[in-house]
């Protein structure tokens, strides 16, 4: 147990001037040093991402390291720090990667005409996109940081999100409530996630059965949608 000493130190920490060091400090630990640019940088970079995801999936986030990844990659340690700080940028790098191919999935199909189509889109991509590669993503919600990467980094928040207020604004007249669109915008976004990603942890055989996207499906259009 923290003793108060420690305690009273942690909140002047937490409510002081210090705190945006803190917080830059952090970002540079799960930020790239630099994007690659080149082909062979890009490849370079992708070694490496690919050897971090196998490391992270056969012996865990914790016995990792940037050796283990830069043997594993076949690139230099030089080349390594070249483009990351140290092995939480990498993986940092990894989870902005997945949510990227998220982003990419949900704006491939076409768009949704009404509210309750995209709520069952939004939904069936996101389970798709989970049983694809189940195990690295258990790997990533389990062992990477969620703090390593911030909403404004991710497109499905900075970019989806704002394009589905903006849909449901359009088709307010199958709402229940209008008050807060962005809010209803959230809850169809990070509720449905959230009771996945729980299974992801805890029940990943049951992702598989149809049942758990028709709970999610009939949760989201009773709270949202005129009955």
């Known amino acids: 147990m923290l003793s108060p000493p420690i305690i009273r ?5 937490l409510y002081s001037d210090f705190l945006p060091v803190v917080t830059d400090s952090l970002k540079t630990l799960y930020s790239l040093r630099k994007a690659p640019v080149q082909a062979r940088s890009k490849a370079t970079v992708d070694a490496i991402i690919s050897a971090a995801a196998r490391i992270l999936l056969d012996a865990g986030y914790d016995k990792s390291s940037t050796n283990k990844i830069s043997d ?24 902005r990667r997945e949510d990227q191919r998220l982003f990419d999935l949900t704006m491939s199909h ?13 939904i069936a991509i996101y389970l798709d996109f989970v049983r694809s590669n189940l ?37 307010r007249s199958e709402l229940r409530y209008d008050s807060n669109l962005g809010r209803m915008t ?3 976004s990070r509720v449905p996630r959230a009771i996945i990603d729980n299974y992801v942890l805890n029940s990943p055989g049951d992702l598989q059965d149809s049942f758990i996207e028709d709970m999610l499906i009939d ?4 709270f949202l949608l005129k009955s």
């Open 9 to 13: 130190v942690l909140a002047q920490l």
């Open 72 to 95: 594993l990659a076949g690139v230099s340690i030089g080349s390594l720090y070249e483009y990351f700080p140290g092995k939480e940028a990498i993986y940092a790098e990894l989870r």
């Open 110 to 122: 076409p768009e949704p005409s009404t509210i309750q189509e995209l709520i069952r889109t939004h």
């Open 135 to 171: 195990e690295l993503h258990a790997a990533i919600i389990n062992d990477v940081p969620q703090f390593a990467v911030t909403p404004d980094e991710l497109p499905f928040y900075r970019e989806y999100q704002p394009w589905a207020t903006a849909f449901m604004r359009t088709h």
């Open 186 to 188: 959230d809850f169809i």
């Open 219 to 222: 949760l989201c259009e009773r």
